[in-house]
């Protein structure tokens, strides 16, 4: 009985010991604190505000952009796995081009061994795909191959 007390006791020790603190987006970005917001200043280079959630986790970027007086802002949310890997995206872009008023795009993302693998996405004229290879752990190659959805486009 001793035996199987402290053979218990040692499988307990190891799993806790195993256990590392998940790393959460703030951490990553040397944030500190209970961060929900992040907003740039007026002679930041970004203009791209950044939504956490409560865990500090990045769930939505907003991102404004002003050329030649075209005002466009974009949307983003991100859906993620309990290990805050990204597996999804939704993008939403807003602008007072007279070509696009509204846009829309979903990412999806897959993974093999914890690694991303692909991702598949489409706009209005293409069907993209981004393959990523590994080679002992190091990515070596992304390739990017766009499908035409009208003759007015190429696929590459």
């Keep these: 009985m001793k035996k199987?007390?402290?053979?218990?006791?040692?499988?307990?020790?190891?799993?806790?010991?195993n256990t590392k603190k998940k790393e959460t987006d703030l951490d990553k970005m040397g944030l500190k604190g209970d961060v929900i917001f992040v907003m740039p200043d007026v002679w930041s280079s970004?203009?791209?505000n950044l939504e956490f959630d409560n865990n500090g986790n990045l769930i939505r970027t907003i991102d404004y952009f002003d050329y030649d007086n075209i005002?466009?802002?974009t949307?983003?949310?991100?859906?993620?796995?309990?290990s805050n890997k990204i597996?999804?995206?939704?993008e939403l872009m807003y602008s007072d081009?007279?070509?696009?008023?509204?846009y829309a795009m979903r990412k999806k993302?897959?993974?093999d061994n914890d690694k991303l693998s692909n991702i598949t996405y489409e706009n209005d004229y293409y069907d993209f795909i981004e393959k990523y290879k590994y080679e002992d752990d190091k990515l070596v190659e992304m390739k990017k191959e766009l499908y035409a959805k009208s003759k007015k486009a190429e696929s590459s």
């Design 87 to 90: 597996i999804g995206e939704n």
């Design 109 to 111: 993302y897959n993974y």
């Design 75 to 82: 949307e983003t949310s991100f859906i993620k796995d309990n």
């Design 46 to 48: 970004s203009d791209k």
């Design 97 to 102: 081009d007279n070509d696009r008023h509204y």
């Design 71 to 73: 005002i466009t802002l």
């Design 4 to 17: 199987l007390v402290l053979f218990i006791c040692v499988l307990i020790l190891i799993q806790s010991c």
